[in-house]
């Protein structure tokens, strides 16, 4: 059993910033990536950005990866997603997940996921 527990969200005017947490427990492998994904109504799945559980490799798209920094603190098996700079366009609801998935692989497969936590970008 994988349990999420995902905070930060809300609402935030353009040029704005919001950090995202993702608390993830009950997972047994000793290797993985951790996934920041989101999807707005309408739309696919877009994966963000994914960090290693050892914080040797992270992973951004182009769209954000300017924008948006993913951390990790092992300590509290915590994973952050600090965005900034934020615009109508990134409104979405925002999901942390976890794979297996290697390289950049890991911003498009996801094993499980929380969720998800809504974003509004608006004036």
């Known amino acids: 059993q994988v349990q999420f527990v995902e905070s930060g969200g809300g609402l935030v005017q353009p040029g704005g910033s919001l950090r995202l947490s993702c608390a993830v427990s009950g997972l047994t492998s000793d290797y993985y990536f951790t996934t920041w994904f989101r999807q707005a109504p309408g739309k696919e799945r877009e994966g963000l950005s994914c960090i290693s559980s050892d914080r040797e490799a992270t992973h951004y798209a182009d769209s954000v990866k300017e924008r948006f920094t993913i951390s990790r603190d092992n300590a509290s098996n915590t994973v952050y997603l600090q965005m900034n700079s934020l615009k109508p366009e990134d409104t979405a609801v925002y999901y942390c997940?976890?794979?297996?998935?290697?390289?950049?692989?890991?911003?498009?497969?996801?094993?499980?996921w929380g969720q998800g936590t809504q974003v509004t970008v608006s004036s």
């Open positions: 997940a976890t794979t297996h998935a290697r390289s950049y692989y890991c911003l498009y497969e996801y094993d499980y």
